[in-house]
């Protein structure tokens, strides 16, 4: 340590500096993450049939993903809950991103993805291949579907052969089951 005359030790403002640059570095690196997140967001949101730009509103783009995942959207509601809100809007977070991989036809792995590392996972739904079936995965808050292109795809829908559950046209594996489809 290097001391002055009066007892100031200097090492200290070289901490103070270290853990200042370790804490910008944590901060550009969420940010990051965030606007990767944002992208891949857009992309789903895009694939689903919403507006793109809906994804840049907080709270407004978790109302989105609820409706798309099959969920009220109202569910974003749960915030103004003290205490337990969030933990409840968590759980029920958790749900549409198993009902969102659903209908994209994913792993039942994937949501893990979508939970722990979502820029990742939003990003991959996004830009991959997949396509979203909005007739796979929860059905919450959804109608009796009417005459139109959605009730022509349940009609001539493809289904599993081993445990039966509806799959999208153009999947090759069963994501209730993980049996290989014809």
Known sequence: MYYNDYGYDYGYNVANGILGGIFIFYYLFALAFAVVEIIGLWKVFEKAGRKGWESLIPFYNMYVLFEISGYPGLYILFLLIPCVGPIILFVFEILAYISLSKKFNKSSAFPLLLIFV????????????????????EQKNSQPAKNTETETKVKSGKFCGNCGTKVSANANVCSNCGNKLK
């Open 118 to 137: 979502s820029a990742v996972g939003f990003c991959i739904l996004g830009f991959g291949n997949d396509e979203y079936d909005p007739t796979l995965g």
